[in-house]
């Protein structure tokens, strides 16, 4: 077990997604174990499979490059309905059935997050440029869990589609890769860690085995020599990234009881990024 000399007082920015958004899993219990020993747990999540789900419904084809999904007008209006909405809302419910605070956020939120348009062939998704952490410190200082949405205001930018100064709410949000924002949010508060729950063991090299620790300079090149692909790449971006700022980047098996509380803990688990 973790003890509260081991955690009070810091920063952990945890992103899940995936096999860790379902029932049956230890994320929510673990991240308020950690929350009780007096850290400072931010929970940034995907929902990628929700959406999926939804666009299906719709008629929708989902489109994925790179990693990202292709977001039209009608799958950014579903996807920020899904995120900001159903997911977000079911995780602070989730928390609030184990008796702790948490406080529903999307990276609009205070002009938490800003992005200009990512590539055209992507359409409405998003690149950080402007992050703004006030109102998660400010709720961090009060004592609540944030649980923040991945979508970002429409910065000004040239690069913007050609409507996107029309005045409808869905064209003044993009949607934003919920790892990135991860990243991006933890590299802004200056977060001791970095945890992605994924559904692997951590990264793999290029005969399947795990890789417990690699520099940034190590990251760069498994990503560079196409051993890192999918959506394990913006994972390994985003903890090289932050580390400017940040403790240390962790890639983790979030389906493994415990594994959160043993990160934080020190031990060895998953792929750890300095």
């Given at each position: ?171 003044r949000i993009l949607n934003i890769n919920a790892d990135t924002s991860a990243g991006h949010i933890a590299r802004a508060l200056g977060a001791d860690r970095l945890v992605f729950q994924t559904d692997v063991a951590g990264v793999?090299?290029?005969?399947r085995r795990l890789i417990p620790r690699m520099t940034k300079r190590q990251a760069y090149d498994l990503i560079a020599g196409g051993i890192a692909a999918g959506g394990m790449i913006p994972k390994i971006e985003a903890c ?35």
């Open positions: 077990m973790v003890s509260s000399g081991d955690v009070s007082g810091k920063t952990i920015v945890i992103k899940i997604g995936g096999s860790t958004l379902g029932e049956g899993d230890s994320t929510v219990p673990d991240i308020v174990d950690l929350w009780n020993r007096g850290a400072r747990p931010v929970v940034v999540h995907g929902g990628g499979k929700v959406i999926s789900q939804w666009v299906a419904m719709q008629g929708i084809q989902p489109e994925f490059v790179r990693g990202l999904r292709k977001t039209d007008r009608s799958t950014l209006d579903v996807a920020v309905a899904v995120l900001a909405g159903l997911v977000n809302s079911e995780l602070v419910a989730e928390f609030a059935a184990h008796d702790a605070t948490a406080v529903g956020l999307s990276g609009v939120s205070g002009g938490m997050l800003k992005a200009n348009v990512k590539d055209e062939e992507l359409g409405y998704v998003g690149e950080v440029v402007e992050t703004d952490t006030t109102t998660v410190d400010s709720l961090l200082n009060s004592g609540a869990i944030p649980v923040i949405a991945p979508i970002a205001l429409l910065a000004a930018s040239p690069e913007a589609p050609d409507d996107a100064e029309e005045a409808t709410p869905s064209t793999l090299d290029a005969t090289a990234d932050a580390l400017e700022t940040v403790g240390s980047g962790h890639i983790i098996d979030g389906r493994e009881a415990g594994a959160l509380l043993r990160c934080c803990a020190g031990e060895d688990i998953g792929t750890r990024i300095t």
